[in-house]
């Protein structure tokens, strides 16, 4: 009978252990290399998660309970964000992608252009303002149905003057890149739910916040009442009918102060979502609200009047990032996306023209980290190395017994 020596016995014991030492220091140490290069969120590293963030004063007022899954509270001149919760979560937009639509319109199409309606223009589904078929509209007149009464015949009608469906998302996805709403993906013009299609509370501040500093957006976001064009007049030279169309707007409805604008929206999937604004002593804030589980206004006025009463007790916790220029998108050199954590200039930028999408991504790297996994790599292949070596060392001679 045969029996190993416990002398070799201690020995393979070791090597094995050392074998399982080198594995673990190389997992360990590859984990903690990974550390640094965890991404950072565009407009700052505190933006991440689902809690609420929020860095008070001691003179600040309780934060009011905001009834929605995602929200950001911000001053739209300088891009400070007061408050926020998941702002970077993505979610279904609803109608409230429609503030991208004039942003990436407006940009493009004459007011005074006029288009004749089709049939597939006003029988598209979800809400519609009631245009006619085979009826002369001015660009102008669609803007305002699409913004007012979250008219989707209005942003099927708009995304045919530009050229089409197609053409009017790609340029949608384009505008979304510049602004560094990453988080963002158009696949409608109207927001009606389609797979893929997402946006977060704050990109959503993002396209407001542009859009707001063009005079041509913002009238068509804080028009109360307008007359719009309906059917046509039975004898020639008779004046055609116009129907009036308000605003859904709750800040307006409900008489907020110094209620700006912006979109409503609903769908099955979304919820209700909102991005208003209001102006007052100087100061504007924007609100954008996702999957909001009260009235819009039980929500956004609350957080409002907080935002306002404890404006400069309040640290930010993030900014609103600036547009990327056309040439430097164009060039791909614009800035690392959530690379600018100081407060961004109050420039007004006002891009015309077609736009290159971004090649940027929602998230920054540093890469510092190479160097100390290239190093961990060295150390951990030697503990291997020295581990199977002691592993293989020969076998002494076997002792017998009878």
Request: hydrophobic share 40%.
């Amino acid at each position: 009978m045969t029996f190993t020596s416990r002398s070799h016995s201690l020995r393979h014991g070791r090597g094995l252990t050392a074998l399982t030492l080198a594995s673990a220091t190389a997992v360990v140490a590859l984990l903690l290399a990974a550390g640094p290069a965890a991404a950072e969120p565009i407009g700052g590293p505190n933006l991440s998660g689902y809690d609420v963030i929020v860095d008070p004063g001691k003179q600040a007022s309780n934060l009011p309970n905001v009834a929605a899954s995602t929200w950001v509270l911000a001053d739209l001149d300088t891009g400070a964000i007061l408050a926020a919760q998941g702002p970077h979560i993505q979610r279904s937009p609803a109608s409230v992608l429609k503030t991208l639509t004039l942003l990436t319109l407006v940009q493009r199409l004459d007011p005074a252009t006029v288009y004749t309606t089709t049939f597939d223009d006003v029988t598209v589904d979800g809400s519609r303002v009631g245009i006619v078929e085979n009826a002369p509209y001015s660009v102008s007149d669609l803007f305002y149905g699409l913004m007012m009464q979250s008219g989707n015949d209005c942003a099927r009608s708009l995304a045919m003057v530009n050229g089409g469906l197609e053409k009017t998302i790609s340029q949608m996805n384009d505008e979304a890149q510049r602004l560094q709403a990453y988080d963002t993906v158009a696949k409608t013009p109207h927001g009606l739910e389609a797979p893929g299609q997402v946006t977060s509370a704050y990109d959503l501040a993002l396209i407001s916040r542009a859009g707001l500093n063009r005079p041509d957006f913002f009238d068509y976001v804080n028009k109360i009442n307008y007359e719009m064009p309906g059917f046509l007049a039975e004898k020639e030279g008779d004046p055609r009918s116009t129907f009036t169309i308000a605003t859904q707007n709750p800040l307006f409805i409900n008489d907020y102060p110094g209620a700006i604008g912006v979109k409503t929206g609903w769908t099955d999937e979304a919820g209700r979502t909102f991005v208003g604004a209001a102006e007052r002593d100087g100061r504007r804030l924007i609100v954008t609200l996702m999957n909001v589980q009260d009235d819009i206004i039980n929500v956004a006025a609350p957080l409002l009047d907080w935002g306002f009463a404890n404006a400069d007790e309040l640290t930010p916790v993030g900014y609103l990032v600036e547009p990327v220029s056309a040439d430097a998108t164009a060039s791909a050199t614009a800035k690392p996306a959530g690379g600018d954590s100081a407060a961004p200039s109050s420039d007004k930028p006002t891009p015309t023209g077609e736009i290159t999408a971004a090649t940027q991504t929602s998230t920054s790297v540093n890469t510092g980290w190479l160097w100390g996994f290239g190093a961990v790599v060295v150390l951990a292949l030697f503990l291997l190395g020295a581990g199977i070596r002691v592993w293989r060392k020969p076998v002494p001679a076997a002792r017998h017994r009878r």
